[in-house]
């Protein structure tokens, strides 16, 4: 675990991701990150777009809303103070219940206690470093914009309807990256995978399966929305 926190960025977790298919001796592949993966996975697109197949971005959003960055940032930075307080053994505790998990609990009161207590073990000090040097100083997804206009990577968005802060960043990735899909997962929170396992690894495994037969294409330009209803 590095010690400084400079050695955690955004930019530092996406790279991972090509250093793991470095020592795998992988050229390309399909990517899929949940949450701070999810973001690690889309930025990975934009630095690396030709070593990703796919991008598939779950649960991604979180700061990036404009009107809420302030205080997404100070909300994080508060955790990381927690995180060193508490410990992750106490402090997980509260973590557990955020607004977004609840969903987990409610239908899965056995799985979240196992996703809790995993949540335990994290090293406090890495879990600070994680949460003051990314998720504080990540730039708002709206802010890439024009980077995500250029990148032409098949992307699957994946969000729970009950992620609140994932749904608009949602909607405006749909929007914005030419050949991107999304899904938007009912009475699902923000661990969605462990929430909607068979139904998150469907979706999954058709997309892949979409994007190895190059049908995964980015949207038809006839398809305007302003011309929803063609009359010339």
Request: glycine residues 8%; contains cysteine; aromatic residues 8%.
């Amino acid at each position: 675990m590095p010690e400084s926190l400079e050695s955690y960025t955004q930019e530092r977790a996406a790279l991972d991701i090509g250093a793991v298919l470095d020592h795998l001796g992988l050229a390309r592949a399909h990517v899929v990150g949940l949450s701070m993966g999810g973001f690690a996975t889309l930025h990975f697109g934009l630095i690396a777009p030709t070593r990703a197949i796919s991008l598939v971005v779950a649960g991604a959003g979180y700061g990036a809303e404009k009107q809420h960055e302030a205080y997404f940032r100070d909300v994080s930075l508060e955790v990381a103070a927690q995180f060193e307080a508490q410990g992750s053994e106490t402090f997980s505790r509260t973590y557990a219940l955020a607004a977004s998990r609840i969903a987990y609990l409610l239908k899965d009161p056995r799985g979240w206690a196992e996703f809790a207590a995993q949540l335990a073990q994290h090293s406090a000090k890495g879990a600070a470093f994680t949460m003051r040097g990314v998720q504080a100083r990540r730039p708002s997804l709206y802010d890439l914009e024009d980077r995500l206009k250029a990148m032409h990577v098949p992307t699957l968005v994946v969000v729970g309807d009950e992620d609140d802060h994932c749904l608009q960043p949602g909607i405006f990735l749909k929007r914005t990256v030419p050949a991107c899909g999304l899904a938007v997962l009912p009475k699902a929170g923000h661990t969605l995978n462990l929430e909607e396992p068979a139904l998150f690894n469907q979706l999954v495994a058709d997309f892949l399966a979409t994007v190895g037969q190059n049908r995964w294409l980015a949207r038809d330009p006839r398809a305007v929305p302003a011309q929803i209803m063609k009359t010339s």
